[in-house]
């Protein structure tokens, strides 16, 4: 089936500052995405979702971006803490529920 | 009620056992999934089903057997498994197979074949 990826596997930041993560899909039928977080030794949780009618949405300290010119969404989460720290995957209902590569988060404090 | 309960939460099993994974909700979800995470990798998608039935099965060795004997339970029934089989398995479910909605995961059953 097509995919859903990101860009980048891994992430850095400083406690405090701005994270974006990013993520392209192929199938540009796609209407409907998720970004999951994963802690380490837990079930991936529900951040937050996006329909392809939308190209921003807002959440508690997370936005998502959606780019379907280019096929692209991103993560951003504003302020980040160290409990932020975790794999942030997104995921594609329109695919069944596959999720692309993921992208580990660590804040520095 | 959004959970998703596995059980057990770890299992250690030898290659020649036979062992089974069970996975329950109770949110009306007809749209249930299993899938396997290796340490550093996403989950990769095992099976799917849909209304009890088994809509996506991709590619999975017939030592993994699924079974949904109703829309709030899944199995995952385990023979002769080999130590590469060895990783986290997540269950999950959804309101219906591709609907705009969430799934929502449990927190997986650690497995250890030896």
């Known amino acids: 089936g097509e995919s859903v990826g990101l860009h980048l596997p891994t992430l850095s930041v400083q406690e405090g500052d701005n994270s974006i993560i990013n993520c392209a899909y192929s199938?540009?039928?796609?209407?409907?995405f998720i970004w999951y977080k994963q802690e380490s030794g837990k079930g991936p949780q529900f951040i937050i979702d996006?329909?392809?009618?939308?190209d921003k949405r807002q959440g508690q300290r997370v936005t998502v971006l959606l780019n379907k010119t280019v096929k692209h969404l991103s993560l951003q989460i504003a302020a980040t803490q160290p409990g932020d720290s975790a794999v942030y995957f997104c995921?594609?209902?329109?695919?069944?529920?596959?999720f692309g590569a993921g992208t580990r988060l660590t804040v520095k404090p | 009620d959004t959970e998703v309960t596995q059980t057990p939460k770890h299992l250690v099993m030898g290659m020649t056992n036979k062992k089974s994974l069970k996975c329950e909700q109770h949110?009306?979800?007809?749209?249930m999934y299993w899938y396997k995470q290796k340490a550093k990798k996403p989950p990769e998608l095992m099976f799917v089903?849909?209304?009890?039935?088994?809509?996506i099965n991709e590619s999975v060795p017939s030592r993994f057997s699924p079974e949904c004997p109703n829309s709030s339970l899944l199995n995952l029934h385990l023979h002769a498994l080999q130590p590469e089989d060895s990783a986290l398995y997540l269950c999950?479910?959804?309101?219906?197979?591709?609907?705009?909605?969430?799934?929502?995961f449990g927190q997986g059953t650690r497995l250890t074949v030896v």
């Open positions: 999950a479910s959804s309101l219906y197979r591709d609907s705009d909605t969430e799934a929502f």
């Open positions: 199938n540009s039928a796609s209407d409907y």
């Open positions: 996006i329909r392809s009618n939308m």
């Open positions: 995921a594609d209902t329109g695919n069944d529920m596959r």
């Open positions: 949110m009306g979800h007809r749209a």
């Open positions: 089903y849909s209304y009890e039935k088994l809509s």
